[in-house]
């Protein structure tokens, strides 16, 4: 079983930037199709990102597109989540997961590893 470990959250401005690193262990993910999803307090979890196998095909949420960047490093087992331009509406707990599609997914139903959390908090 793919065991995911994020790290990289952290307390930053409104306008700031953070990195995501999300990283496997186990078992390779180079095969797998990756996301990123977040859960705000109240809130249902949200789809924000996702790439496929190659790193070559991203596909984003609505609310993060333009600002948000995914991308893996296959070799090291790891995905990424480069975020700029964060507003506090950013503010939630970001999970990685694993699907065991090749390709770009967006249903959190379709993961089937996913990783504990790490808080964003977006505040001035």
């Known amino acids: 079983q793919v065991q995911l470990v994020e790290s990289g959250g952290g307390l930053v401005q409104p306008g700031g930037s953070l990195r995501l690193s999300c990283a496997a262990s186990?078992?390779?993910?180079?095969?797998?199709?990756m996301g990123w999803f977040r859960q705000a307090p109240g809130k249902e979890r949200e789809f924000i990102a996702s790439?496929?196998?190659?790193?070559?095909?991203?596909n984003y949420a609505d609310s993060v597109k333009g600002r948000f960047t995914i991308s893996r490093d296959n070799a090291k087992n790891t995905v990424f989540l480069q975020m700029n331009s964060l507003k506090p509406e950013d503010t939630a707990v970001y999970y990685c997961?694993?699907?065991?599609?090749?390709?770009?997914?967006?249903?959190?139903?379709?993961?089937?590893?996913w990783g504990q959390g790490t808080q964003v908090t977006v505040s001035s």
């Open positions: 997961a694993a699907s065991i599609s090749p390709y770009t997914v967006v249903r959190a139903a379709e993961y089937f590893a």
């Open positions: 186990r078992r390779t993910i180079s095969s797998y199709a």
């Open positions: 790439i496929d196998w190659t790193g070559g095909a991203t």
